[in-house]
């Protein structure tokens, strides 16, 4: 197709005289023309949705997304010129009614011999077809099943002999896409007669060229478009495989209400996809707030549950921060699963770092985690997850922190608790240099439950010594609870 999209706005730059020039030179009957001029109306108020107040209302210097519109009714004998397939090959909205006769009794000696099929990219059989051209681009129609068993019919017949020499199409182009029990392919029908197959459009993917005498191009020109039928977002020009992405959307200009969902507390890119998949247009507006983290929906306008139509605007207001830094509150993860948590923390735009303890909880659970949840924690930050392993040793402890970014130096490491009998116990970490060891790690082995430790880190550069926590040990079971704990704060006692 030629730019992918046929718009009536190419007739907004012609003076009143050329517009009568085109419409004298239209070959349609008045009947016909008058058909055309109906459905080319109809389709131009389906793809606009706006009003004469659509405009009215501009917020200045904010974000804005909206589909491409046209700006002014398109006088008749323009809207003929477009339906009625002047130039390159513009698409027949309004047909005859006769015109599928044609291929019914064989219209070319190319597809009546074959008596087996000929097509070369699988079964037919209960096939989902959806197709696009200049006129009605960026939307898309599925093709009924009558339709589809048509064109099965058709495409088993057609010889497919594939073309070695490199072909530039010639002219109009439309594209028929294939489900394929999702494993979608496309066919690039020109008005030249040649056939292109893709299994992804913008890819690297190298088409393989077919020559025919135009008869699928015909074909496809019978078939009768109801805009009431268009399903819009299913062609977006921005995305590299189309043949995948136009099977993603459901979203039909028919008028249906669209019930605007509840975006409170929601990632602003997450909030901007759904909008986008719903057929809505946004535009945001970045406050401070002291109640929503950076990045996230306050509030919209219209507010949740409004009843919306394809082509609203929704205004959506984003959280700065209290103090507008940007950084962002973590989140509660203990006790998710580590996909889960893991997920929640893209949305924060945290990395993750995860490492596995012994643990009864069901394995891959979060059962610690550094920032703690509540800490402010800017984008980028990783995010450290201490994954329960499923399993535990009776009789031994794993005792871990993660120390502080921009520690240098070496450190000693000393746990002492009360065992069962009142008596202190003592053990060592051994030395740990940093930065080599972001994450500390140290087994304790001894017996009993509800005992008192403490941990002590010792700079041993200079002898200073601070309590990294307070702690409740609980050998029996093999895990421990923090009483109380300041890893940041006790390496800077140490310095």
């Known amino acids: 197709m030629n730019d992918k999209e046929l718009g009536l706005d190419v007739f907004e730059m012609a003076d009143d005289e050329e517009i009568k020039r085109i419409a004298a030179d239209c070959p349609a009957s008045p009947e016909e023309k008058e058909r055309m001029f109906k459905l080319s109306q109809k389709i131009y108020n389906e793809r606009t949705n706006e009003s004469n107040e659509a405009h009215a209302d501009e917020v200045s210097g904010v974000e804005q997304y909206k589909k491409p519109i046209w700006h002014k009714i398109v006088s008749a004998a323009a809207a003929l010129a477009l339906v009625a397939g002047l130039g390159a090959g513009g698409y027949m909205l309004a047909r005859n009614k006769g015109a599928d006769n044609h291929f019914a009794s064989g219209e070319n000696s190319q597809v009546q011999e074959a008596a087996e099929s000929n097509y070369p990219f699988g079964s037919l059989e209960n096939e989902r077809v959806r197709m696009t051209c ?33 072909i530039e199409p010639d002219g109009e182009r439309d594209l028929i896409f294939f489900y394929n029990n999702d494993d979608p392919y496309m066919l690039e029908v020109s008005a030249d007669g040649t056939i292109r197959y893709y299994k992804n459009y913008r890819g ?6 077919y020559k025919s005498d135009g008869v699928l191009y015909r074909f496809l020109h ?3 478009l109801n805009p009431d039928e268009f399903i819009y977002d299913n062609y977006p020009q921005d995305l590299d495989d189309i043949c995948t992405k136009v099977w993603i959307y459901e979203i039909a200009n028919n008028g249906t209400e669209i019930e605007l969902p509840n975006f409170t507390a929601m990632n602003i890119e997450l909030t901007k996809e759904q909008l986008r998949d719903r057929g809505l247009n946004y535009q945001v507006k970045k406050v401070e707030n002291t109640e929503i983290q950076p990045n996230y929906v306050i509030k919209t306008e219209p507010e949740a549950g409004t009843k919306l139509k394809q082509g609203d605007t929704v205004t959506l207001y984003v959280s700065l921060g209290a103090d507008a830094t940007g950084t962002v509150t973590v989140d509660d993860y203990v006790g998710k699963m580590v996909d889960d948590a893991a997920i929640m923390a893209g949305y924060r735009e945290f990395s ?4 596995e ?4 909880e069901p394995q891959g659970t979060v059962v610690e985690q550094y920032p703690k949840a509540g800490d402010q924690a800017l984008p980028k930050t990783v995010v450290y997850f201490f994954l329960s392993k499923g399993e535990y040793t009776a009789g031994e402890i794993t005792y871990r922190f993660i120390t502080p970014e921009g520690i240098n130096g070496r450190y000693s490491i000393d746990i002492i608790w009360t065992n069962s ?23 304790i082995a ?9 941990a ?12 990294l926590g307070h702690y409740i040990f609980d050998f029996d079971k093999g895990n421990y609870i923090i009483e109380d704990e300041d890893i940041e704060e006790a390496f800077e006692a140490i310095k």
């Open 134 to 166: 200049s006129a009605i681009a960026p939307a898309v129609v599925e093709l009924t099943p009558e339709k589809v068993t048509e064109l099965a019919n058709l495409l088993e017949k057609l010889p497919w002999e594939e073309v070695e020499e490199e």
């Open 352 to 355: 993750v770092l995860t490492y």
């Open 357 to 360: 303890v012994p643990s009864d």
């Open 456 to 467: 002590v880190i010792t700079n041993l550069n200079n002898d200073k010594k601070a309590e």
């Open 222 to 224: 019978t078939i009768e």
């Open 446 to 454: 001894g017996e009993g439950s509800g005992l008192k430790a403490t």
């Open 421 to 443: 009998d009142g008596k202190a116990e003592t053990e060592g970490a051994g030395v740990v240099i940093e930065p080599e060891a972001p994450v500390v790690f140290e087994r």
């Open 204 to 209: 690297a993917f190298e088409p393989r060229v």
